[in-house]
Structures are given as structure tokens and as C-alpha cells.
């Protein structure tokens, strides 16, 4: 397995759902370095933790950072 | 180049995390508990952002340091000098806001911070003392892509019942910062970055995702209330 190919499949791997990538951006995530890889996973990991009901219920969404 | 330019790569690398912050603060703002949960949220807000013009300086000044034998460090440096400005200040937007909210401002002043925001900050100051300034483009970039829309401050004030003057500085980032945005991706497409120092603005925009993400979901944990 290739490196661009072993990027990809780690993504698969954790759960992420890469289908509606364009081929363009899949290409620049088959390029992610190991701590990009890293910081991702444990990302994938805190949904996986976290109540995925929460949105079903919420009234108000949008960002809140400055 | 060939493919996306270099901003474009990045929201492709953040898009990935998207889901993942869009749910941690999907739970901020969940009914029960808001008004309380607001209000810890402006503490942690006002623990992240009494940060960002120390982080800007301290950037900007190793910027100064690297110039000019560092081609990124020039434009890098003006740059951040520009958006010092725009900032300076909002860390006291919000311990008024605190106030209206009939919180108390001094302990947000004299608080420790949790340590998720220390963590936030206390990596860029890794990164910009031990790797290059650039890094911290990765963390503004997250902070400035994720705006309040406008609004978001009169959907809170209605819904938790306190004062509007609570909401200032949601309110006003909704005007302020999509013309920030635009003006950072377009620093990004410019600035020579090396392959490395690409790389150390994508890990830094993901680790801020990351560590937004765990704050809000800190803040989300709070026990609800009555609004």
C-alpha cells in the first residue's frame, strides 16, 4: 500500500465518510501528514464519545468562536 | 502549484472536523440549562480570547526576529500587526457582557482558565517559540471561521431571558469577522510557505478544532437549569 493510499484508508478506517469528497480533495487528503492523520482520529473519536442525538433537538446551531 | 491553493486544501483538511465542532456546539446551545450555560460560556470565552492579542504579539515579534532572512516572516508580521488591532479590546467586550449577564467580571478576570483553553493557547505558544509564528494562522483560522451568524445573539437573548447587552460580543463578531476570513485565506494562498510550515498550520488549525470541540463539549456537560 502506497502512502497516499494508507492516508485515505486511515480516514476510512475511523469512520470518516470521504464519498462526498471531490477527487481533487481527496487527493490533498491523500497527502495528510501523520500528525494531521493523528489530530483527525482523535477528532473522529470524540463524536464516537459524544451524544450524537444532540442535533435532533437543538433550536439554535451556528458557530461561536472570535 | 498544482490543485487547490493552499486555503483551499486546509478547509478541505477542517471540513473533516466539521461535523465533529458543528455537534459540540449544537449541544452548547441545547435548551435546558442555556442561560447557565451561557454564562460559562463567556468565562471560557473570555479565558480563550484574553489570549489572542498576547499570542498575536509574541508571533509578531518573532516575526521581527526571523525577518529578513525568513520570507514568510515579513508578511507574516504585517499581518498579524493589522489584526492585533482589530482584536484588541474584545477580552473586555466580554467580561461586560458577563455583567449584564449578572456574572461577575473579576472572576473571570482572576480565574485560572480550564485547562482545555490553556491547552488551546499554551500550543501556539509552543509552536510559535519552537517551530515558526506561522502556526498560529491554523488557530485563527479556526477561530475566525466559526463566527456567531447573525442572529445568533437575538435567538440567545430571546431563549434564555437575559438582558440583550449580554450578547454584545456574539452580536458584533457576526459583522466583524467574515471579512477577517477572507483576508487570512487570501494571506494563506500568498505567503512562500514551505511544505513544512503548511503542514504546521494544518496540525495547528486541526489541534484548535479539536480543542474547541472538547471545550464545548466541557460546557455542554453542564447541568441544565430552568432556561
Known sequence: MTDHQDALARLQAAGFDLTAFSEEQREVLSALTPHELGVLVEIKGRLDESAPEVQAHVDIAGGALF | MSGPGRSAALRVKLDLAAPVLDAATAALWEPSGRARRYVAYLYAMHALVRASVPLMERAAR?????????PVA??????????????????????????????????????????????????????????????????????????????????????????????????????????????????????????????????????????????????????????
Request: proline content about 7%.
Open chain 2, 62 to 70: 518573532r516575526c521581527a526576529e526571523l525577518a529578513p532572512g525568513d
Open chain 2, 74 to 227: 515579513g508578511p507574516l508580521g504585517r499581518y498579524l500587526e493589522r489584526h492585533i488591532e482589530e482584536e484588541r479590546g474584545h477580552d473586555e467586550w466580554l467580561l461586560a457582557d458577563l455583567a449584564a449577564a449578572g456574572a461577575d467580571p473579576a472572576a473571570a478576570r482572576d480565574g485560572l482558565g480550564a485547562p482545555v483553553v490553556a491547552g488551546l493557547a499554551g500550543a501556539q505558544y509552543y509552536w510559535i517559540e519552537h517551530h515558526h509564528p506561522v502556526a498560529l494562522l491554523g488557530y485563527i483560522r479556526v477561530l475566525e471561521g466559526h463566527a456567531p451568524a447573525p442572529g445568533l445573539a437575538d435567538r440567545l437573548a430571546a431563549r434564555t431571558g437575559l438582558p440583550a447587552a449580554a450578547f454584545r460580543t456574539v452580536r458584533d463578531h457576526a459583522d466583524l469577522d467574515s471579512g477577517h476570513l477572507a483576508a487570512l485565506d487570501a494571506l494563506l494562498d500568498d505567503l512562500p510557505l514551505t511544505p513544512g510550515q503548511e503542514t504546521a498550520v494544518a496540525v495547528s488549525a486541526l489541534h484548535t478544532a479539536d480543542g474547541v470541540t472538547r471545550l464545548f463539549l466541557q460546557l455542554a456537560a453542564i447541568p441544565g437549569g430552568s432556561a
